[in-house]
Structures are given as C-alpha cells and as structure tokens.
C-alpha cells in the first residue's frame, strides 16, 4: 500500500472510531463543523462588500467637493447615506469576525479532546496533525484581519470627521477647507482595498484546507444551524 493511500485508510479509521467511541456526540461535531465554515463564509461576505462600498463612498465623497458643485445639499445627503452604509458594514464585520473566531474555537478544542479518546498512536496521531493543519488556516484568517481592520477604523475616521465638518459648514468655503482631508480619505479608502486582498486569500485559503479535510462546507443557500 503506498504511504498516500495508507494515510487515506487511517483517515477514514478516524472518522469511523469517532463514531464509534462518540456515539450522538457524531452529530454535534458535524453542526460545529458547519457552524464553523458558515461564520467564515460571512465574514467573506464582508470583506467582499469592503472594496463595493469604498468605491461607493469616495465616488459620493468627489462628487461633494467637485468643484463647481450646484447641488452641494443633495451631494451631502448622499454622502451621508454612503458614510452610514460603510459603518453598518464594520458593525456586521465586527459581529461576524467574533462569531467566526468563537465558533473556530469551539471547533477545534473540542476535536482536540475527542482525539484524546483514540487508543491507536496511529490514529491519535493523525487526528491531531489534521487539526492543527485546520485551526491554523482557520486562525491565518484572523491573523490577516488586522491590517484589514486597522485600514477600515482609519478610513471610517475620516469620512465621519468630514461629514461632522461639513454638517456645520456646508458653504464653498467649508468645502474648500476640507479638501486636504478629504483627498487623505481617498486614499485611504485604496489602501482599505488592497488591504482586504490578504484576507480574501486567507479565507480561500481555509476552505480549501477545511474541503480537503472532509469538513463539508455550506452552500451558499444553506441554512446555517442553530
């Protein structure tokens, strides 16, 4: 038997002495498991819509201080809607990172004492070496995040200081003041997007590891269990 196809065999040893050896516990691994990969699909979401909303914003944001700008009113409130839109994003990004990082926790420190029950060194040790493989592509995720989330704080930093400055003073010649600022936020809002690529791979990343772990991913239709 070659080595590929013997490692294959002690995998499936696994699965069956899990069942096994966990009985009604089987099911429960199998709703972590998807409860895993369904919270990082929605942070994938997330971060997918990040680079949308940007462009959306500082689309808003240029055409506010274009020179010559008739409708300087109009231009504000539809920049004050992009503003709040960008913030509702970092709220559901917030809400779905901790949910992923819980979940991924409950995941894997439960699979680490399930694997202490095997007798068999072999299979103990095989169902260890696949969980850590999993746990750290899952945990790459939200070790590329940082960046990602330092770049979003920066940039929801400066359109909400600009649409405060431009609430009392919504005149040329406030819109002529606040232009330095607002140039600094376009930017920022490209680096938000080039820094939301690391993620997007990370996660990539993870579910091709999790597929080839056997870990069954949702499709995008499925109802996440409760």
């Excluded at 940007?54 to 201080?65: F, G, H, K, P, Y």
């Excluded at 095989?126 to 960046?147: H, N, P």
């Excluded at 979003?152 to 405060?164: C, N, P, S």
Aim: charged fraction near 25%; glycine fraction near 8%; charge should be negative.
């Amino acid at each position: 038997m070659k080595l590929t196809d013997r490692t294959a065999a002690l995998f499936v040893l696994v699965l069956l002495a899990a069942g096994a050896l966990l009985g009604s516990c089987a099911s429960t691994g199998i709703e972590r498991s998807a409860k895993a990969n369904s919270s990082l699909r929605l942070v994938e979401e997330d971060y997918r819509q990040v680079p949308v909303q940007v462009d959306a914003s500082n689309a808003a944001l240029r055409e506010l201080i274009r020179p010559g700008q008739t409708d300087v009113k109009r231009a504000y409130d539809n920049y004050q809607d992009r503003v709040g839109n960008m913030q509702k994003l970092g709220r559901k990004l917030d809400q779905h990172t901790d949910e992923m990082k819980d979940r991924g926790q409950d995941y894997f420190e439960e699979w680490e004492k399930q694997g202490g029950t095997f007798a068999n060194p072999q299979i103990r040790e095989l169902s260890e070496q696949r969980r850590a493989d999993l746990s750290r592509a899952y945990s790459a995720v939200t070790q590329s995040s940082i960046g990602a989330r330092g770049a979003l704080d920066a940039y929801l930093g400066d359109l909400k200081e600009i649409q405060g400055y431009l609430s009392n003073d919504l005149t040329p010649k406030g819109l002529e003041s606040i232009n330095p600022v607002a140039q600094t936020a376009l930017q920022d809002g490209e680096k938000l997007k080039e820094s939301v690529q690391p993620v997007l791979s990370a996660i990539d990343a993870a579910k091709s590891e999790m597929a080839r772990g056997g870990a069954p991913l949702p499709s995008p239709d499925a109802q996440e269990p409760h």
